[in-house]
């Protein structure tokens, strides 16, 4: 999400234009109305600007609706509301096969002549992701995911050593693939499948409904929920997507045309600052 919010709010540093200062506080802008043919100008030049800002940075055509108040404060860094959808997003080494980003506030003030860029006022933002296997998987080649793996052996060890985690969308069932090691045993390197359904519970995504093959023995369901929810692929996923100077909630998950669709919510408290890069 940061890489698209980076662009965004960058956008409003393509014009070199001064106009004259206009009101901008949210009682002004909101207690009247600003329709102006050069309001409806600066929207369309904006709307045209970030679509290619977008396309450059993430390979994707954008669909973007943006509402500002009056042009003066769109120049301020004001606006009233921003809808951004996309296809095929490339972040870092990800394809995200759909976003979806809809700020909820009629009012949204940055200011962009910082650096860091700061939010002037709370934001809210939902959001749409659907995820595919080749951009889960390519979350799960991230370095940081190394580290859920090393939590997880420490407490698995010496028993077994996990070594990989990747995942299957089939016929809309997620199957999660882990590859581990027995130390002690005599074939050491093997595979474990599940099958597992997911739910939010206190914006966390949980394993449930699991389904294991039976050759894997009497193992119980409960320790592979347990191990499901240590190395949770999906989990892992949207923050590697997140920026951390941002509150992501997650608030749905569900398998939808062999795609995992995650939505939810995005909070930025007033004084909170964006890197641009």
Request: positive net charge; hydrophobic residues 40%; glycine residues 4%.
């Amino acid at each position: 999400m940061k890489k698209i919010f980076t662009i965004l709010l960058i956008i409003f540093l393509t014009s070199n234009i001064c106009f004259a200062i206009d009101k901008y506080s949210v009682e002004y802008l909101q207690g009247k109305n600003h329709f102006s043919l050069t309001k409806c100008i600066a929207e369309k030049t904006v709307k045209r600007t970030l679509k290619k800002a977008l396309k450059k940075e993430t390979g994707a055509n954008f669909d973007i609706e943006f509402e500002g108040y009056t042009l003066s404060s769109i120049k301020r860094g004001v606006f009233k509301s921003i809808e951004l959808t996309g296809e095929d997003v490339k972040y870092n080494e990800q394809i995200i096969p759909y976003v979806h980003l809809k700020s909820l506030d009629d009012y949204n003030y940055i200011d962009y002549t910082k650096n860091p860029v700061e939010f002037l006022c709370d934001m809210t933002y939902a959001y749409d992701i659907l995820l595919d296997d080749e951009s889960i998987n390519a979350a799960l080649k991230d370095a940081d995911y190394n580290k859920v793996l090393k939590k997880v052996n420490k407490i698995a060890s010496p028993f077994f050593v996990v070594k990989g985690v990747r995942t299957k969308i089939k016929d809309n069932k997620l199957y999660i693939i882990t590859d581990y090691n027995l130390p002690l045993a005599v074939t050491k390197d093997r595979s474990f499948v599940a099958q597992s359904d997911f739910e939010v519970v206190n914006g966390k995504i949980k394993a449930k409904n699991i389904h294991i093959d039976t050759a894997y023995g009497n193992l119980g369901l409960n320790k592979v929920a347990n191990l499901i929810n240590y190395l949770n692929p999906l989990e892992f996923t949207v923050e590697v997507l997140g920026s951390g100077k941002q509150k992501t909630i997650i608030e749905n998950v569900n398998i939808v045309d062999n795609k995992v669709k995650i939505s939810g919510k995005i909070y930025i408290k007033a004084g909170t600052d964006l890197e641009s890069k």
